[in-house]
């Protein structure tokens, strides 16, 4: 099936199998250009290094969560339920099989170096997430939104990392019932006595 999709596609394709499979740093250009069935000249036409890659990859999968966030808000849904959908996505991933972490977490662990691009993708993932969580905290009428942001983005990490070292199945229902019980902390300290 990869073979006949454009080859660009077909090397970020072989590049995210890899990537998820193993870890980003584990996996040279080398072995994704075997992967994708091309040559170095097409790759680094494409890709003028791994850290091209690496950022095209980190890129692509903001933009699912982005495509996948803006098609439950087009459906009509309201912020609880989109805050729910994504804390039982994040569940779900957690338990699926082969699970290694958080995508983007594991790249802000293997480019610590600041100004690295990878880590400049890492930062735009993590700026979208923030906004999103805000905004839709905002629409729930939370005081301190971006505060709650901050509380809910750390459960959802400890969530991953908690998912990839620990008990998997646990995850979503305790994803979403710490999440409920941080914002409803938050909406009752915003009640008037």
Same mark, same amino acid.
């Given at each position: 099936? =990869?073979? &006949?999709?454009?080859?660009?596609?077909?090397?970020?394709? @072989?590049?995210?199998?890899?990537?998820?499979? =193993?870890?980003?740093? @584990?996996? #040279?250009? +080398?072995?994704?250009?075997?992967?994708?069935?091309?040559?170095?000249?097409?790759?680094?036409?494409?890709?003028? #290094?791994?850290?091209?890659?690496?950022?095209?990859?980190?890129?692509? &999968?903001?933009?699912?969560?982005? &495509?996948?966030?803006?098609?439950?808000?087009?459906?009509?849904? !309201?912020?609880?339920?989109?805050?729910?959908?994504?804390? %039982?996505?994040?569940? #779900?991933?957690?338990?699926?099989?082969?699970?290694?972490?958080?995508?983007? $977490?594991?790249?802000?662990?293997?480019?610590?170096?600041?100004?690295?691009?990878?880590?400049?993708?890492?930062?735009?993932?993590? #700026?979208?997430?923030?906004?999103?969580?805000?905004?839709?905290?905002? !629409?729930?009428?939370?005081? %301190?939104?971006?505060?709650?942001? !901050?509380?809910?983005?750390?459960?959802? !990490?400890?969530?991953?990392?908690?998912?990839?070292?620990? +008990?998997?199945?646990?995850?979503?229902?305790?994803?979403?019932?710490?999440?409920?019980?941080? $914002?409803?902390?938050?909406?009752?300290? @915003?009640?008037?006595?």
């Amino acid at each position: 099936m =990869t073979a &006949q999709l454009p080859v660009r596609e077909r090397i970020l394709a @072989s590049a995210t199998a890899l990537f998820d499979a =193993t870890s980003i740093r @584990s996996v #040279s250009a +080398d072995r994704v250009i075997a992967d994708a069935g091309t040559t170095k000249v097409t790759f680094y036409r494409h890709f003028p #290094s791994k850290d091209h890659l690496v950022v095209a990859y980190l890129d692509q &999968q903001l933009g699912l969560l982005q &495509q996948a966030v803006a098609k439950e808000r087009a459906a009509g849904l !309201d912020a609880c339920t989109v805050l729910l959908h994504v804390a %039982e996505a994040n569940g #779900s991933a957690a338990c699926r099989p082969g699970f290694r972490g958080c995508t983007f $977490i594991n790249a802000a662990a293997e480019y610590p170096a600041a100004g690295n691009p990878v880590r400049a993708a890492v930062a735009r993932y993590r #700026s979208w997430l923030h906004d999103v969580v805000a905004g839709f905290l905002r !629409d729930l009428g939370a005081d %301190e939104p971006d505060l709650v942001a !901050d509380q809910l983005i750390m459960l959802r !990490d400890g969530a991953m990392v908690h998912g990839f070292m620990e +008990d998997p199945a646990a995850v979503t229902d305790a994803l979403v019932t710490a999440g409920r019980a941080i $914002i409803g902390a938050q909406m009752r300290r @915003s009640l008037p006595a």
